[in-house]
């Protein structure tokens, strides 16, 4: 069973505030990803990291940021909220050891909405 | 082209009926693929992995790679209405080492 925990699981913020979404996960995995997701639309990959410092953009343009200090935490900021950001925000991880035949978990996700 | 295509759905099935869900994939360097099952609101749940041609079983659900011909598919015999649901299938390969998901398939089991 995967642990990976996300903080919010809603949150409904004003236009332009600051929030800070939380992922962590305890299985010691090096790779983590922030997708995006719609309601009933596809996955978007918005940023990936593959270990400590380590972070990267997505496939989606995204507004947001991401800091990897720590292996088992990986957060996703928005320094101005608009309602375009309105979305549910997935986080999954991946070991990187074993290359292409490592599972990837998803957390429960946080759903963001923007007044 | 996307890389991982998948019929949308929805895919309308009887309680207690096979489900057959297709995924063809278009970059034949994709090592391994992966089915998860995304319910409405909810995260995706990984339920089955297949690394090698032919098919792998685990209770209900089967999942069969072609390689050759880039196909996976999964199937879900005795269909519950619990497995309505959407499902993703995804592919990884090397380069880019990331997973690349299809754009999913509803399915919707009747009682």
């Known amino acids: 069973e995967a642990d990976i925990y996300q903080t919010p699981r809603y949150l409904v913020i004003g236009t332009g505030k600051k929030i800070t979404l939380e992922c962590s996960q305890t299985?010691?995995?090096?790779?983590m990803y922030w997708y995006q997701q719609d309601p009933g639309m596809e996955l978007h990959l918005i940023h990936y990291?593959?270990?400590?410092?380590?972070?990267e953009k997505g496939d989606l343009s995204s507004e947001s940021t991401v800091s990897r200090i720590r292996t088992e935490h990986f957060p996703l900021t928005l320094e101005s909220a608009r309602p375009s950001h309105t979305s549910q925000y997935l986080c999954?991880?991946?070991?990187?050891?074993?290359?292409?035949?490592?599972?990837?978990?998803f957390g429960p996700g946080t759903r963001l909405t923007v007044l | 082209q996307k890389e991982v295509e998948q019929n949308s759905g929805p895919l309308s099935v009887p309680e207690g009926a096979i489900a057959s869900l297709n995924c063809t994939y278009s970059?034949?360097?994709?090592?391994?693929f992966f089915w998860y099952r995304q319910y409405s609101g909810k995260s995706p749940e990984l339920i089955m992995s297949?690394?090698?041609?032919g098919d792998k079983e685990d209770g209900r659900f089967t999942a069969q790679l072609n390689k050759a011909s880039q196909y996976v598919s999964l199937l879900i015999r005795d269909s519950q209405p619990s497995d309505s649901a959407t499902y993703l299938c995804?592919?990884?390969?090397?380069?880019?080492?990331?997973?690349?998901f299809g754009g999913g398939t509803r399915v919707l089991v009747k009682p």
């Open positions: 999954a991880s991946r070991p990187l050891a074993g290359g292409a035949y490592n599972e990837q978990f």
């Open positions: 299985m010691g995995h090096d790779k």
């Open positions: 990291s593959y270990g400590v410092n380590s972070t």
């Open positions: 970059d034949r360097g994709s090592q391994s």
């Open positions: 297949i690394y090698s041609n």
């Open positions: 995804a592919g990884f390969k090397a380069a880019g080492n990331k997973l690349t």
